[in-house]
């Protein structure tokens, strides 16, 4: 694939709506073998932390991506207002 392809099919991709997004990269990642699941994260974990030595931050990983970040916010705040609270342990 040559680097004209490989942009045009990013372009592509980064039109399309949030959700379709993460499904896109959903079954990107499942196509994957293990090995190049961990060969990937190694490469994403250094950049997203800033510094290569800190702990992993999920929000540096979507760092490109605010729309992506809220509309997990908002279906998260969605899901807790449904939900019932769990109970507090008295230890």
Known sequence: MTDSQIEQLLAAVRALPTAERR?????????????DQLRVTQQVAPAASGNGSGPLSMLGLFADEPE???EVCRQAYVERAGARP??????
């Open 68 to 70: 992506l970040v809220d």
């Open 23 to 35: 499904r896109v990269a959903q079954r990107v990642m499942e196509s994957l073998s293990t090995e």
């Open 86 to 91: 769990r109970p507090l342990d008295d230890e």
